[in-house]
Nanobody, 125 residues
Framework: QVQLYESGGGLVQAGGSLRLSCAVS????????MGWFRQAPGKEREWVAA????????HYDDSVKGRFTMSRDNAKNTVYLEMTALKPEDTAIYYC??????????????????WGQGTQVTVSS
């Protein structure tokens, strides 16, 4: 069964950068569609970014487009979310997710079968 482990969260000043990692076990990135989601206290979970495992095509929510970049390192079986120009409203627990469904929809949480434990990102003013 696929297992995911996020890391790299922490406290950063507004305008700063941070790179989150998601290590994938018992799976191969070429066969998995990957997503990043986040949830702030008292707020609904929201989709952030996604990557098609087959062709590497990336998708971003408008709120992070131009600031966040998703990438992967096949040798390390790890996906990344590089975040720049961070804003206080980016503060949330960030989760990585994986899906092996050929009918995958990048933005829908219900489309993902596997989830990591989350890593906290806090952006101060």
């Amino acid at each position: 069964q696929v297992q995911l482990y996020e890391s790299g969260g922490g406290l950063v000043q507004a305008g700063g950068s941070l790179r989150l990692s998601c290590a994938v076990s018992r799976g191969t990135l070429n066969a998995l569609n990957m997503g990043w989601f986040r949830q702030a206290p008292g707020k609904e979970r929201e989709w952030v970014a996604a990557m098609d495992g087959t062709n590497g095509n990336r998708h971003y929510d408008d709120s992070v487009k131009g600031r966040f970049t998703m990438s992967r390192d096949n040798a390390k079986n790890t996906v990344y979310l590089e975040m720049t120009a961070l804003k206080p409203e980016d503060t949330a627990i960030y989760y990585c997710a994986a899906d092996g469904d050929h009918r995958w929809h990048p933005t829908r949480g219900a489309s993902y079968e596997y989830w990591g434990q989350g890593t906290q990102v806090t952006v101060s003013s």
